[in-house]
DNA sequence: TCCTTATTTCGATTATTCTCGAAATGTCGT
DNA sequence: ACGACATTTCGAGAATAATCGAAATAAGGA
């Protein structure tokens, strides 16, 4: 991950309503949510929504996927990683004490089970 | 920390400029760097720079102290701290494994010294 | 096919951010 | 007090981002 995907990351963040939303879809983990769905929670016009999930779809911070007639969008931990592990990297100083991995809850949960009974 | 600091902060970090001179900032730890070194090692017009510096300034980012007659800037890593702990806490999913600390490296070797003195 | 629902794209407007030269400010040495 | 240096403030123009209604697209059901 170079310097300007990190800059476009964090651009997208870079906003009250944008970080509503991609906290919203952290706490939904892998399933995510319809476009609707936030847009009502939020209570935003859909045009507005569509224009910041835009953003953080072009970031890369969230995925999309169709489920019949609803738009599913969640977060991309994978992505959210990379960042986290540019900033540790780069803008934490050189004497890091360890570096946080980012996963949903339940996919913890499922390695945390699969490893007990492995 | 609150969301709105937070949106601040990223918002100070996602512009390539800004990103290299916060960066150019964490490498030199809590010494700091005088904004004419700083301009003149990223080819900046003072007064680009001075905008700049102010933005990661108003976001906590860095500190600012005269010597003289030149201005000194620095990283405040307790802010950057702050600001992954946040990430870490809301943007980074329930299973987080760790959390990172942010410290400059020469202060890490003398509190590594400390506890080995000690 | 036609209607309804879910969401996006378009387009126009407003707001914010960026850039950087010129002038002002603060500090030191003489 | 004056001149030189380091940096900031001011101001105006250019570029980019945000907002959101109205029209367009996509998918499912009658």
Redesign the pocket.
């Known amino acids: 991950m170079d310097g300007s995907q990190v800059v476009a990351a964090l651009?997208a963040l870079a906003?009250e309503?944008r970080l509503r939303v991609f906290r919203m879809l952290v706490e939904r983990g892998p399933a995510g949510l319809?476009?609707?769905?936030i847009?009502e929670k939020l209570d935003?016009?859909?045009?507005?929504?569509?224009?910041?999930?835009?953003?953080l779809l072009h970031a890369g911070l969230v995925t999309?996927r169709?489920l019949?007639?609803?738009?599913i969008y969640a977060t991309d931990f994978a992505a959210m990683n990379a960042v986290m592990g540019y900033l540790t990297e780069n803008c934490c100083g050189s004497d890091v004490v360890c570096v946080p991995v980012c996963r949903p809850a339940k996919a913890g949960k499922a390695a945390a089970q699969r490893k007990r009974t492995a």
Chains 1, 2 share one sequence.
């Open positions: 651009g906003h309503t319809p476009a609707g769905v847009a935003l016009p859909p045009s507005s929504l569509t224009f910041h999930l835009q953003q999309q169709r019949s007639r609803q738009l």
